[in-house]
């Protein structure tokens, strides 16, 4: 990355951390808040997440199968997964309230060099093109309790690949639309 880009990113981080600043959101600039609609969270949103309501990893549904099956060394084919959801949505529920955060991690491993990729509903529109109203996440265990993230957006950031898979996390997740692009059984909208 050039020094320019470097700063140009490092900008709107800033002025972003200012605003929630008073209202204890913690944020910091490696949390690299990302300009557009909705509610963004920080890394202190995901603290203690493995004391989350969870659902353990079951397999992908038959619709992903293919999918996945493609995917070589990504983390939903890096074996057993649990995944957390920060609040269940009430019963009766079309679609997952604005605040709600699903955090899915592979279960072996070194805490620190576990998969994590997670989700964040910021509403207003987000991602317009894709798992609207959705943020996706990288994170990284840096502990039991915290999280670093290492990143954040509509996908990954350019020329990093998922495990080889030219697929992009929105591709995938488009066919979970029905259930608001999430694809985690246990996490059916009518199963709340
Ligand atoms: C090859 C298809 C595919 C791709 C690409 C993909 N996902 Fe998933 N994702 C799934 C499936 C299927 C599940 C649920 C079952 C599982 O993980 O085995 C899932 C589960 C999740 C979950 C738990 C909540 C849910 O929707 O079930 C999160 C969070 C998640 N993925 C994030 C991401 C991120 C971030 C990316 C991009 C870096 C990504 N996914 C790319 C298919 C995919």
Redesign the pocket.
């Known amino acids: 990355m050039s020094p320019t880009a470097g700063i140009s990113r490092a900008l709107p981080a800033l002025v972003v951390s200012a605003l929630v600043a008073g209202c204890g959101g913690g944020a910091d600039a490696s949390d690299g808040g990302t300009a557009g609609a909705g509610v963004p969270v920080y890394a202190p949103a995901f603290k203690d997440f493995h004391s989350w309501a969870s659902t353990p990893?079951?397999?992908?549904?038959d619709?992903?199968?293919d999918?996945?099956a493609?995917?070589d060394g990504?983390?939903?084919?890096m074996g057993p997964?649990t995944?957390y959801i920060n609040a269940r949505p009430p019963p009766g529920s079309t679609s997952f309230p604005v605040g709600t955060i699903?955090?899915?991690e592979v279960n072996v491993g070194e805490l620190t060099t576990r998969k994590i990729?997670?989700?964040q509903k910021r509403g207003g529109g987000f991602d317009p093109g894709g798992a609207v109203d959705w943020e996706?996440?990288?994170l990284q265990n840096l502990d039991a309790d915290n999280v670093r993230i290492v990143w954040r957006g509509n996908?990954?950031p350019n020329g990093e690949t998922?495990?080889g898979?030219p697929?992009?996390?929105?591709?995938?997740?488009a066919?979970?639309k029905t259930?608001d692009?999430?694809?985690?059984?246990g996490?059916e909208l009518s199963s709340f």
Do not use: Q, R
Request: proline share 6%.
């Open positions: 990893g079951v397999g992908p549904p619709a992903a199968a999918l996945l493609a995917v990504g983390a939903h084919s997964m995944a699903i955090v899915k990729f997670a989700m996706w996440f990288e996908g990954p998922y495990g898979n697929a992009t996390c929105n591709d995938c997740h066919g979970a259930n692009f999430v694809w985690t059984m996490f």
